[in-house]
């Protein structure tokens, strides 16, 4: 697979697995890597060969937040021309799942992009949180809206204000996080998660995601009807066909993504 020069990409079946990699700067999400990316993942999201994907980085750091260097002498004009977080709207338009698995820390940008992705695994050494605050500023690649949807107004509010960052396990009690394993497993649970979504259906896999994700930005009538639409469509789907005639006699069924 091509080669990134802040990505470490790798391919097991049906999954990929992209790992951030700058670590000495605790993966620190510079410009470079957020274009790499974006890129990578709209390259995967392209290629039928690939149903599901692993975001992770390494033990001491999924993501310490965008690179700080980088933004410190930054004028607000420049930062609008920038406009840096445009990319990361890209990211919410990935229709391929995408697993993140968290290790260490997770902070600012780094928390928001694992929020971006669909499925959160950590490991019990994550530590979690939007401590732009303590640098002067407030988060900006959504952490204010997506933090708050997934725990709560009042630990949104102390996150965001005090910049306290939070363990795996008190980020899975509060909803962020799906689930939390010793560190030696995270990459490897946030895999076997991947495989089993890979192994169902990819096109309803898609519609699936869809539907859910439009639950944030519509109202409840307009979702159901969004969802009602990607039913039915599913109809038109040889894999709908595939499904239920194994069901009814009684087979394994074999998907073929169409
Ligand atoms: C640039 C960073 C960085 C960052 C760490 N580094 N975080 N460089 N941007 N966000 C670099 C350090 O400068 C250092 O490089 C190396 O990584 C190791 O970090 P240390 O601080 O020495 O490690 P440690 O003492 O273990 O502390 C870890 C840490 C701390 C608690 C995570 O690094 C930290 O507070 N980082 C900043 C976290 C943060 O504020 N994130 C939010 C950024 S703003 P050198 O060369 O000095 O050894 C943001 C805005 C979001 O994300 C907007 C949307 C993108």
Not at 78 to 91: C, G, P, T, V
Not at 96 to 123: K, Q, R, Y
Not at 212 to 220: A, E
Request: net charge neutral; proline share 3%; aromatic share 6%.
């Amino acid at each position: 697979m091509s080669d990134y020069k802040n990505l470490i990409l790798s391919r097991e079946g049906f999954v990929a697995t992209v790992a951030l990699n700058r670590p000495k700067v605790l993966n620190a999400l510079n410009l470079e890597l957020m274009t790499e990316l974006v890129d990578c993942l709209e390259a995967l999201d392209q290629n039928a060969g690939v149903r599901a994907i692993v975001l992770t980085g390494n033990e001491r750091a999924f993501a310490a937040g965008a690179d700080i260097k980088e933004m410190a002498d930054a004028t607000a004009v420049e930062m609008l021309y920038r406009d840096q977080f445009a990319r990361w709207d890209r990211i919410r338009k990935i229709k391929t799942p995408i697993i993140a698995a968290v290790s260490g820390f997770a902070l600012g940008g780094g928390c928001e992009l694992m929020m971006h992705c669909d499925i959160i695994i950590a490991s019990e050494t994550a530590r979690i949180g939007q401590p732009e605050i303590l640098i002067g500023v407030m988060p900006g690649a959504g952490g204010t809206q997506r933090l708050t949807r997934a725990v709560g107004k009042g630990l949104a509010m102390e996150m965001v204000l005090t910049g306290r960052q939070i363990t795996g396990e008190e980020a899975m009690k509060a909803g962020l996080v799906n689930k939390v394993v010793p560190v030696e497993f995270y990459l490897e649970e946030a895999q076997r998660l991947a495989r089993t979504i890979a192994e169902q259906p990819p096109v309803a896999v898609r519609l699936a995601k869809e539907a859910v994700l439009k639950s944030f930005d519509t109202t409840i009538e307009m979702g159901l009807e969004y969802e009602r639409k990607n039913f039915y469509l599913l109809f038109a789907s040889e894999d709908m066909r595939e499904g239920m005639a194994a069901f009814i006699e009684k087979r394994k069924p074999e998907w073929k993504g169409k």
